[in-house]
């Protein structure tokens, strides 16, 4: 049976250079404290606990004083940064450069369209860790939408900005997009190329992930997908394996892998999100060459 990764499966750029940047910061022997877990993906955040990262929330943060705190590659609000300042944490900045790109160019836009009567809109996850902080460039003013009917809260007679969560599928987005467009000309706006300011803020990384792993999933008889069960890019990439291979399983660890699924199988995919660690990927691999 033939075993073959994906080439592009692992870590994203933002999520690479978050984590190399706690390494460094263990392995100069600092005690430091990740807001909430670096990573979705709990075999990682496990690894990395073993060298001493220790996750907390943010009510354990509000507490902290005169220690080091890194922000993970999600970003945080400013209020995060103003109670760092206040009890004396040195922050240990990870934000992945696209998120920070995006929570300055959110905040600048902010500060014009409230003075003209504007709104931005954030499309994206509620509660999700990057839309917190994106809302935050906002003072929590922006409107969050994560489906057609949430566009209700739009008052489409004023100008909109239009942004997204960076790991949101692009084609949902661009609909999302279109929706807006047409429901300010229903509302009479005259000039609704004027009023809608559109930010296709989706990582490259992301959405040119999803047209590869249709090709590399319609190559395999069966598919593993590694991910974590809380990442949203990993639900969201599982679901385009699954759309052109129904023999696609999601896995988070090779215990959960079943030796039926290979039956009869003579070639097997694995691929995974991009919080999935590369090394993870290819210990399954070499489980399943065990079967």
């Known amino acids: ?95 992945c450069p696209i998120v920070k790109k995006m929570q300055s160019g959110i905040k600048d836009t902010w500060e014009k369209y409230k003075m003209n009567n504007g709104q931005i809109v954030i499309y994206g996850k509620p509660g999700h860790a990057e839309v917190i902080g994106l809302l935050g460039q906002t003072d929590n003013q922006g409107i969050l939408i994560s489906n057609s009917s949430d566009t209700d809260k739009i008052d489409f007679s004023r100008p909109v900005a239009l942004f997204c969560q960076t790991t949101m599928e692009l084609n949902d987005f661009n609909s999302v997009k279109e929706l807006i467009y047409n429901k300010m000309k229903e509302q009479g706006v005259l000039d609704p190329d004027h009023n809608l300011v559109v930010k296709s803020t989706v990582c490259g990384q992301v959405s040119n992930r999803e047209p590869h792993l249709k090709v590399f999933a319609r190559e395999h008889d069966v598919i593993i997908f590694v991910s974590g069960k809380e990442s949203s890019n990993g639900r969201m990439l599982y679901a385009v394996c699954k759309s052109v291979n129904p023999d696609t399983h999601l896995v988070s660890s090779s215990e959960e892998i079943e030796k039926s699924w290979f039956d009869g199988k003579r070639s097997v995919g694995i691929c995974g999100a991009t919080s999935t660690p590369r090394w993870l990927i290819e210990n399954i691999k070499d489980f399943v060459l065990t079967l």
């Open 1 to 95: 049976m033939k075993v073959e990764i994906d080439i592009k499966s692992g870590f994203c750029f933002g999520v690479r250079n978050a984590v190399e940047i706690a390494e460094k910061a263990l392995r100069d022997g600092e005690k430091v404290f990740s807001l909430g877990p670096i990573v979705h993906n709990d075999k990682e955040v496990e690894r990395l606990a073993s060298l001493g990262l220790v996750s907390i929330n943010h009510d354990q943060f509000r507490k902290l004083k005169n220690c080091k705190v890194l922000i993970r590659a999600h970003g945080e609000p400013p209020e995060t940064y103003s109670t760092a300042e206040k009890n004396n944490i040195t922050i240990v900045e990870a934000t």
